[in-house]
């Protein structure tokens, strides 16, 4: 398969970028890592006029400490940079602990980390993680810069906040508090395949051991991440007993996620009992870890 014809444009600094899609408006699109857009290009499922191929701006790809003790991913970091980043392993473990369930290494080794949150997919790893930490997302354009948290950025399926005229230059990720612990599950056919359904999961414990924070989101279970906000309620003030772990559970699967799809890959029945079934894991698991930590 090929693309339909388009011009092309390789700035090298993040201005030439913005000015490119200024420009050219719903007409161009930025080419990141290529894993999405291209085979998308080559299947006519996109036809961008215009590609704006952000690889040679060195200035998107980084990971730097906060000040406040998180950590910063410039959007054109590769994935496989930031799976090994010892700063990230440090203050963003939760995304250490996911990014391996991304594809395959040779895929992570093109793909970007802003790349991947700006493409939407419901079915990415990504965007479920940004959810959990209540990650920060800087958008530019021409006239200048705004911060959106990833609870706004996610706005349907394949959409986000991301204007035609703006890029996703870099993602803040908040430091984990004391007593805090994360777990990442997800089930998927083959190592490697898009998940059936997939759960992120950050807790935090307070000086008396009881859950004072929790948040759950899901990817492959509705037309993008999903926050599981009743769930989470239900946890607060519970020491993360058996018990509150399997009514968490039941509420994310029936009241939170109201209609997982059905498809070839799964039935919604199926998907429900998955976010079930994984939802006391990563529970269990981000709890037990909490407790270690505080
Ligand atoms: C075989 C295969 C298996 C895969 N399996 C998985 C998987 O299991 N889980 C998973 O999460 N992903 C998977 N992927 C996708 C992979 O993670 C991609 O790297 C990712 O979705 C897109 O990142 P990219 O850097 O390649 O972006 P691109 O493909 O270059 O771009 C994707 C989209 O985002 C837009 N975009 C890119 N950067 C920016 C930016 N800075 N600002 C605004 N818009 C931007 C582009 O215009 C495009 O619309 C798979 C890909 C392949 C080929």
Redesign the pocket.
Known sequence: MKPAPFRYFAPETLDEALSLLAEHGDEA????????????MNFRL?Q?AVLVD?NRIAA?SFIRPDDAGGVVVG??T??RAVEHSELVAARAPLVTETVP????AQ??N????????????P?????AVALALDAQFT?ACRSGQRVVPAEAFYTDL?E?A?GHE????DVRLPTAAAGSGFAFEEL?RRH????LVGVAVAVQRGADGTLIDARMAY?SVGPGPVLATRASASLLGTRGETEALRVAASLAAHEDIVDPPSDIHATAAYRRHLIEVLTVRALTRACSRAQEGA
Do not use: N, W
Not at 110 to 121: I, N, P, Q
Not at 166 to 169: A, D, I, K, N
Not at 192 to 195: F, L, M, N, V
């Open positions: 699109k930025p080419l990141a890592g290529g894993q999405s857009l291209v085979p998308a996109a961008p952000l998107l959007a054109m590769r994935q369930y991304i594809a395959h895929i992570r093109r793909g970007t980390f802003g790349g991947s949150l700006a493409h939407a997919d079915a990415s790893e990504l965007p958008l394949f986000t991301c703006e890029l996703l230059v998927a490697g395949d898009y998940a990817l």
